[in-house]
């Protein structure tokens, strides 16, 4: 982006904190699928475990959810604050980088403290989930 003047050091530094929820709002709901596409993928894989594989509807239909968590978690990729964790938000203590995401286009990393990586893991798959229901139940 250009700009006529530079804007001042505190603009950026608010810019910086908070990158990865305007990239976030930027990106939009649902990590770019409409709620048409979560269904048709849903319907799709829950057919081929049903049809090809061999499952009952309703084992086909779990299998089929399980693989729609994966993709959401893909496709909604969070991003730590500069030098902060991901789930607590504090920056003392000894924060990893902990790589995640099931395809090599979604392969991010994210700064946690090690006794915040199991929370933060069961708190996006919670998350994934709740809005997989709403969207998948909505027609």
Request: net charge negative; hydrophobic share 40%; with cysteine.
């Amino acid at each position: 982006m250009a700009a006529a003047v530079k804007p001042p050091a505190e603009v950026i530094e608010i810019l910086a904190l908070n990158k990865a929820a305007i990239v976030d709002l930027l990106r939009g709901a649902n990590g770019g699928f409409a709620i048409e596409d979560w269904r048709e993928l849903f319907d799709e894989r829950a057919g081929i475990a049903e049809f090809e594989g061999g499952l009952p509807r309703e084992q086909a239909e779990v299998q089929a959810f399980c693989h729609c968590v994966e993709d959401w978690l893909d496709s909604n990729s969070v991003r730590s604050s500069a030098g902060c964790c991901a789930f607590c938000g504090r920056s003392q203590g000894q924060l990893r980088e902990y790589s995640y995401g099931n395809s090599a286009r979604a392969s991010s990393e994210v700064l946690l403290h090690h006794e915040c990586s199991r929370a933060w893991h069961q708190q996006r798959e919670e998350k994934a989930m709740e809005a997989l229901k709403l969207l998948l139940h909505t027609h």
